[in-house]
């Protein structure tokens, strides 16, 4: 299975960090964000990996190149204005082929094991997600999950964590360049109870702000009791 990373957001809510570095190559750790998605993703057997950018793009393919030293081949997708999630999916398609992928967006850290997702799409279905408990700044959460299945409405909800497993055919009415939203598809594919999901309660953080960012860079280099 292929996985992509989403690498091409502006990160308005991390300026001024973002305005001379992309993102996905802020550090936490001593190292950029995306670079604990490829190692992770490539201890589970994710060796294929596509990478698509658009602000501050030739960093990300300069700091990444091929992606050998990971024992990974990194491919890139390059928007000349981001594409939103879907849209920049559907312009990746060509590199994911016409089999169920994996999506993990650039701009969040976690400790969760992606090995189980290679098997986690049920057949004819469209979407499998990894929900997380509403963080603070999240609390109204996104999808209810019920028996697996996910919901857009319910009485209790959880946040999607930008983990998902999806089918091409989800994103087959988007033209290549067209900008598109992922929530109305996903929403859409819920009604016809076609999207499964589950909860993890692991480490998960959105790095949306500076503050989230030297918040989760001070755990990981404080020293271990």
């Given at each position: 299975?292929?996985?992509?990373?989403?690498?091409?957001?502006?990160?308005?809510?991390?300026?001024p960090l973002t305005d001379h570095t992309p993102k996905p190559l802020l550090k936490?750790?001593?190292?950029?964000?995306?670079?604990?998605?490829?190692?992770r993703l490539t201890q589970a057997g994710f060796k294929t990996l596509i990478i698509n950018h658009a602000h501050l793009g030739q960093q990300i393919e300069d700091a990444l190149g091929s992606g050998s030293q990971w024992g990974a081949q990194i491919q890139y997708s390059p928007e000349k204005i981001a594409l939103e999630t879907?849209?920049?999916?559907?312009?990746?398609?060509?590199?994911?082929?016409?089999?169920?992928?994996?999506?993990?967006?650039?701009?969040?850290?976690?400790?969760?094991?992606?090995?189980?997702?290679?098997?986690?799409?049920?057949p004819a279905h469209l979407a499998h997600l990894v929900m997380v408990n509403n963080p603070a700044q999240h609390p109204q959460g996104d999808f209810a999950l019920q028996e697996y299945k996910l919901y857009a409405e319910g009485a209790i909800k959880l946040t999607f964590s930008g983990i998902?497993?999806?089918?091409?055919?989800?994103?087959?009415d988007i033209a290549r360049g067209q900008a598109a939203k992922l929530a109305p598809l996903l929403k859409a594919a819920m009604q016809q109870n076609l999207v499964t999901g589950e909860h993890y309660e692991g480490i998960w953080h959105d790095i949306g702000t500076p503050e989230r960012l030297q918040?989760?860079?001070?755990?990981l280099n404080s020293p271990k009791v």
């Open positions: 299975m292929k996985a992509m990373i989403l690498a091409a957001g502006r990160g308005e809510r991390m300026r936490v750790g001593g190292k950029p964000l995306i670079v604990w998605h490829i190692e879907a849209g920049g999916i559907a312009n990746a398609l060509p590199l994911l082929g016409n089999e169920p992928f994996l999506v993990v967006n650039g701009d969040v850290f976690t400790a969760f094991d992606f090995t189980p997702l290679k098997t986690a799409l049920k998902g497993v999806y089918s091409p055919a989800l994103f087959k918040a989760i860079d001070q755990q």
